[in-house]
């Protein structure tokens, strides 16, 4: 089974910084694309960040040059760095594999950014 724990959110005031974490288990990394995905009030959901396989990061374009998405192969965490936040960030963060597994989203990490 594949367990996803993502910790790490908070209140952060606008232009601020925060570092969310993944514990994943049930995955390898190097064999899986994974990813960090938020839903914001309201919306759907949609990813942010992606690290390939083979570790290579891709990001949305709204979140390009603020954020950094890497991984512990050791030990089996994710993490996404999130610098210059600004309110339109606001939502609630997961991670999962690229394309999801629908059957293994975690609870997320609620992330507000707010003055």
């Known amino acids: 089974q594949v367990h996803m724990v993502e910790s790490g959110g908070g209140l952060v005031q606008p232009g601020g910084f925060l570092t969310l974490s993944c514990a994943a288990s049930?995955?390898?990394?190097?064999?899986?694309?994974m990813g960090w995905y938020r839903q914001a009030p309201g919306k759907q959901r949609e990813l942010v960040a992606r690290?390939?396989?083979?570790?290579?990061?891709n990001y949305e374009d709204s979140v390009k040059g603020r954020f950094a998405i890497s991984r512990d192969s050791a030990k089996n965490t994710m993490y996404l760095q999130m610098n210059s936040l600004k309110p339109e960030d606001t939502a609630v963060y997961y991670c999962?594999?690229?394309?999801?597994?629908?059957?293994?989203w975690g609870q997320g990490t609620q992330v507000t950014v707010s003055s």
């Open positions: 999962n594999r690229v394309p999801a597994d629908d059957n293994s």
């Open positions: 049930g995955i390898i990394f190097r064999f899986n694309a």
């Open positions: 690290l390939s396989s083979g570790g290579f990061p």
